[in-house]
């Protein structure tokens, strides 16, 4: 017997390559798969996640949540695969608990190291080949040669997309994708959840500081707490509103600002009202030392340095504190990819139209997530979309 032939052949040891072939050996335990990997061992994204705590999916699932090609198929394979679905197979299929701080959901131990262990210790019988980078997949007369070395009769794209390359995806197999799909089948590649940077000068005084208020940018408003940094601004509510911001700065529009309510809870007149009294209290202060029990002092300093000093003025800046943008802290610094492979480009099985036996899942695909364990939902769920499709294609043989 060949050692080289593969039923299965899955490119890539992250989250959705290690579910794809957890699920196939599952279904089907004397499936032959071999899974390659560039990266020296199993999952390195999937350990960084939520904070090495791993936020692998949300209760509220729904395709409004994500940026895609096609949401009727992203619809359908959300609904086939919902949060309840894959809190399920983390239990009952890989013996990993659930535990929920609001709609995020965790691992009970709160460890990445618990996910990727549990899928790794449940692909039993399934090959891994780490530090062995494939750079090319040809097709055969039957299924596909890949890096002139092995055969396999499917072949999944679990390579993610081109975020936080020091990770292990750095997209080097899009040229090969598009090959095989056609010209036109990868939508633009643009960092999502990521930092993002501005050019004002007073901005870097501010490094430090955290802040919880209202940003808002492009129509879209986000609440939660903005971190100040050298480079500009991030916090999950800036990366939220990143996605949306990179796409459109590369569709042509123009840098724009962010605009930051400082003090979310209070209406305008409010604002107004409380600096007067703070300023009518302390007269013999400066204004920054008389609003500093109202807003941390380096704020309320750069705050009071763009106003003429009337009180309507500060609560004017404090309500609409504009931050200019230049851009984002690029794929190095994003946690997700916008664009890859279109869905339009796949069946309802993510088989290429045009390639049977090729299949794409995870982040190489043209879905993104907002915060939240959206994004590795999708893996999951695309995962397995792929392994049921390959079944049922291996059955009809
Ligand atoms: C810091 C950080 C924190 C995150 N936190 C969360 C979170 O808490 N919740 C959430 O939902 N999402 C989170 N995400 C996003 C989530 O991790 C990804 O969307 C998800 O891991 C994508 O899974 P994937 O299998 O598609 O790709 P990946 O996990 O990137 O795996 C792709 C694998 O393919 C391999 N590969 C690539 N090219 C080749 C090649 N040519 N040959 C061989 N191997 C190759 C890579 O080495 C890699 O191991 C986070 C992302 C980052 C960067």
Redesign the pocket.
Known sequence: MNNNIYDVLI???????LMCASSLVREYPSIRVLV????GKA????L???NGR???TNLNIASSCYNTDDVRKLTKILHSFNSKKIIDYFEKKLGVVADYKGDLVYPITYQSKTVADALEASCKGVRFLYN????SVVKKDIGYFINGMYEAHNVVF????V??PE????G??YPIIRGLAGEDSIERLIPSLVPLKSSDKDIKALAGIRQECTVRLNGAAEKGEILFAEYGVSGICVMQLSGNYNRSIAAGKKAGFLSVDLLPSMDAKRKILKIEELMRAFPDRSPEDALSGLLKKPLASVVVGRSDGTPADIARIAGDFRINLIGSLGFENA??TSGGLKLKKVNDGLELLNCPGIYV????LNVD?ICG???????WASALTVADSILEDMDGI
């Open positions: 490119i890539g040891a992250g989250a959705s390559g390659i990997d560039k990266n999952g390195r994204k999937l960084a996640t939520g791993c936020n692998f062995t980078e494939v750079t679990a390579c993610g997309g975020s936080y990770l292990g995806s750095n080097s197999l946690q997700v899942c995870g982040e190489a997530g364990g959206y994004n590795l939902h999708w893996a």
